[in-house]
């Protein structure tokens, strides 16, 4: 199938030489340049100058990064995403988005088990975590709507129809999001043209 223009339905988001370079320093190195240094393994040993050595510090703990495990790294998915549709390859497209909203789903879904473990043990803690969580479901839900998007680009309705219903479980048919959704399904044919719902005023995305 040909695929459509995706801004139809969405605005614009030398190796013998060093063996022989071996050899030859190899040879050229003299007995007294070859032998081997042995290093004293006690750190207090007196040196020459009659100092002591520093004694070894303890190393600092340094905070790893998670990688793409994050909403950063699920956010860097959605960037590599959206280049990948501006040059129409929908493939690409999709395999991020989908690795995107999938990082996004699992990222949601810890933060709120966490934010459970702390409710009423570190209520700001418990909070933040909330507050993760429901960011990590508003980007799973823009992503599943983009793949949704991307689908319907190359004449896979019956793909986009699954996700855009996602989208209305999880966000409510009034929201933004949500009323989109409702509408690349009456676009589609799966659903009747019986007048927008009335828009939600304010509120999150709910984590589902």
């Known amino acids: 199938m040909q695929a459509l223009p995706l801004s139809r339905f969405l605005k ?33 040993e007196v040196e020459p100058g009659g100092e002591f050595a520093p004694e070894p510090t303890a190393p600092v703990p340094v905070r790893q990064p998670i990688g793409v495990f994050s909403l950063s790294g699920g956010q860097r998915l959605l960037e590599e995403a959206s280049q990948a549709i501006g040059r129409q390859n929908y493939d ?22 966490l934010s459970s473990v702390f409710s ?26 983009q793949l949704a998007l991307v689908h319907r680009a190359q ?18 048919p009034t929201r933004d999001l949500g009323s989109k959704a409702v509408q690349q399904l009456v676009e589609l044919g799966f659903l009747e043209d019986e007048g927008a719902p009335t828009p939600a005023v304010g509120g999150d995305a709910q984590v589902r």
Not at 99 to 105: E, H, V
């Open 12 to 44: 614009p988001l030398g190796s013998a030489v060093i063996p022989a370079m071996a050899i030859a320093l190899a040879a050229a190195i003299s007995p007294v340049q070859a032998q081997e240094f042995v290093l004293p393994t006690d750190l207090t």
């Open 92 to 113: 690409l497209a999709a395999e991020r988005l989908q690795q995107a909203r999938r990082i996004f789903n699992l990222l949601s879904n810890s933060y709120q088990d």
């Open 120 to 145: 009423g043990l570190n209520s700001p803690r418990s909070q933040s975590l909330r507050n993760n969580a429901l960011a990590a479901a508003q980007l799973r839900d823009q992503s599943t709507y």
């Open 155 to 172: 004449n896979q309705p019956d793909l986009a129809v699954p996700l855009l219903v996602q989208i209305i479980r999880s966000q409510g």
